[in-house]
């Protein structure tokens, strides 16, 4: 490989000093001839340096920078730019880029000045000091090079006067006055030359009319044929208002609907009753912001807001799509004099409050009616507030499945059910883009919410999922769960919960007692053998417990009438292996984990899509939450291999009991303690 490498150096060198010959001179020469020649004619050679490091590469020093204009000379993509200077009117402006600067110059390219429109044959004395001020509004003094640039932005004066606003974003791409910088850091001997897509028009000048350029934003939607139905609403009468704060000096950033959307949005614009012209005004206003925003400048999320007083949110997704609170932007950065125009495929609609969007979602009608009960107006009063908040509000099917005695009306009821409505509200806005990994947030009722947020961006609160998220409010968000979640340390009235396989706010234990399918576990638990174990499960917590159906006692075949104590021993083995220390919510599982349990020995629970399985055994009835932890019903009963550590479940057997790796390891001497009960 290496001879390989000699031999192409070789021919190189061959062809290298042919190509120098014909030249005129040969920089294989001993005396090095040719060096000496193009070092000291740089100006002249350096355009075809190419060729000169060619002929020489170990012998001929670096050559000198080109400067700034032999630089835009070279380049093709310039020549509009290099047309211009060398026009006799702007020869001030071209010797002042042959000075020694040094310059940082934002060079448009030649589809930035034909999307201009400039006319350049008009030599008018007006025109040309207008040219001039253009030019020189791209000029700066000093060297700013793209890596020394501060992030995010900073201001700097140009030889016009006026300032630009230099931006770098965090992945390293520059803007100047929100325009694209598409080449960076061409060096020259006097500056650097930063490549933009767009001509930079200094926002306070008076432009000649035949340049056609710097329009109002106005202006610029009446030559779009596309945001006609735009342009002939703001100009009826009754909405002047809003056409005068957009024909002044701004800047706004101007959210522009095409006609379809306007057609798609169905807004009766001949209704001139006060009531539809305010409402219609809203909506215009709501596609106005102050200040410019250009798509270049964009974070990934930002909230920002309009002239009619609620949020916009926009979004960018860094492949350069853009959205205004869900509608696409199909045009971006219209550059107008007093501000940018972007246009938008959806008409926007000033946000709901919290409890408008309740009223207007089907599924949240039960929600609704308790609210809209007289009992409860003190908590319809708080989110009709200007908040903001968060609203955590369970559907139709959680409320079911919660079983509230709406009709009780008594004080204790209504004060349970108050704090139970609290606890889904807490104060401040929390997006699901927003959210960490996890996060504890206090509620109104006073107790605090856990919140997690997995890598597949799925949100759960308490454990419980959030099915519908960043139902965007004027006064905050929504996120809709499916289940109604219960402050863990209240006292709940018997009457205000119905029997439910969503048993919350009591012990573990009481939530057992109240299921039938899980009496036989509860009767193992309650015998005077066990009562450690059940001393364990009525303390604080928090646990989780894997609890077996009556069927899966009923499989595995233990024999609960021999209490001797090498049976009561293993037995107490066994429902301890069932119990995990902290809360292990179905939502927030990770594929595989290993949990281990009071007994010592680890469980592994896996989840495939929603399904979840502990060992082999399968998760029947998910996430009953209780105030000490959460239990999950299971149809199999878990038991231990002391070999391995872990733990598989018992075959059936018939009377003469279980696996011989159960009689072998686990239960050895205890030859009936599996017999059907």
Known sequence: ??????????????????????????????????????????????????????????????????????????????????????????LPVLKA??????????????????????????????????????????????????????????????????????????????????????????????????????VLMPPKMMMPPKMMVALSIVENAQKVEDLSTLVKVLTMDAYLPVLNVLLGTGPFTVFAPTNQAFEDAGLDVTDTTDENVAAVTEVLKYHVVEGKYFAGDLAPRQEVPTLQGDDVTIKTNGLGKVTVDGAEVVVKDVKSSNGVVHVVDQVLMPPKT???????????????????????LPVLKALNGTGPFTVFAPNNQAFEDAGFDLTDTTPEIVAAVT?????????????????????????????????????LGKVTVEGVKVVVKDVKSSNGVV??????????????????????????????????????????????????????????????????????????????????????????????????????????????LAPRQEVPTLQGNSVLI????????????????????????????????????QDSGSAYQAEESGSAGISSGWVGHLLVALPGLFLLL
Request: net charge negative.
């Open 419 to 455: 704090a139970v409505l609290q606890y889904h509200v807490v104060e401040g806005k929390y997006y699901a883009d927003d959210l960490a990994p996890r996060q504890e947030v206090q509620t109104l009722q006073g107790e605090k919410v856990m919140i997690k947020k997995n890598i």
């Open 97 to 198: 880029l042959n000075g020694t600067g040094p310059f940082t110059v934002f060079a448009p390219n030649n589809q930035a000045f034909e999307d201009a429109g400039f006319d350049l044959t008009d030599t008018t004395p007006e025109n040309v000091a207008a040219v001039t001020e253009v030019l020189k509004y791209h000029v700066v003094e000093g060297k700013y090079h793209a890596d020394d640039l501060r992030r995010w932005s900073q201001m700097v004066t140009t030889l016009q006067g006026e300032k630009v606003t230099i931006k770098k974003n965090i992945r390293r791409q520059v803007t100047v006055e929100g325009v694209k910088v598409v080449v960076k850091d061409v060096k020259s001997s006097n500056g650097v030359v930063h490549v933009v897509d767009q």
């Open 606 to 641: 896996t989840k495939e899509n929603d399904a979840v399985t502990v060992q082999t055994a399968n998760v029947v009835v998910p996430d009953v939450r209780s105030s000490n932890g959460v239990v999950h019903v299971i149809d199999q009963v878990l038991v231990i291999d």
């Open 354 to 376: 919290i409890l408008e969007n309740a009223v207007n979602t089907d599924f949240l009608s039960t929600l609704v009616d308790v609210l809209t009960m007289k009992e409860y």
């Open 1 to 90: 490989m290496r001879g390989l490498f000699l031999i192409l150096a070789l021919v190189s060198v061959v062809l290298a000093g042919q190509e120098c010959e014909d030249q005129g001179e040969s920089c294989l020469r001993q005396d090095h001839a040719w060096v000496k020649y193009t070092c000291t004619h740089a100006e002249h050679w350096c355009k075809y340096s190419e060729t000169v490091r060619r002929c020489c590469p170990f012998t001929c020093g670096a050559c000198p920078l080109p400067t700034i204009l032999e630089n835009a000379v070279n380049t093709e993509f310039l020549s509009t730019l290099v047309d211009v200077l060398t026009m006799e009117e702007y």
């Open 479 to 588: 996120h809709v769960v499916d289940q109604v979640l219960m402050p863990p340390k209240m006292m709940m009235p018997p009457k205000m919960m119905m029997p439910s396989k969503r048993m919350v706010a009591l012990s573990i234990v009481e939530n057992a007692q109240k299921v039938d399918d899980l009496s036989t576990l509860v009767k193992v638990l309650t015998m005077d053998e066990y009562l450690p174990v059940l001393n364990v499960l009525t303390g604080t917590g928090p646990f989780t417990v894997f609890a077996p159906t009556n069927q899966a006692f009923e499989d595995a075949g233990f024999n609960l009438t021999d209490k001797s104590d090498e049976n009561v021993a293993a037995v107490t083995e066994v429902l301890k292996y069932h119990v995990v220390e902290g809360k292990y919510f179905a939502g927030d």
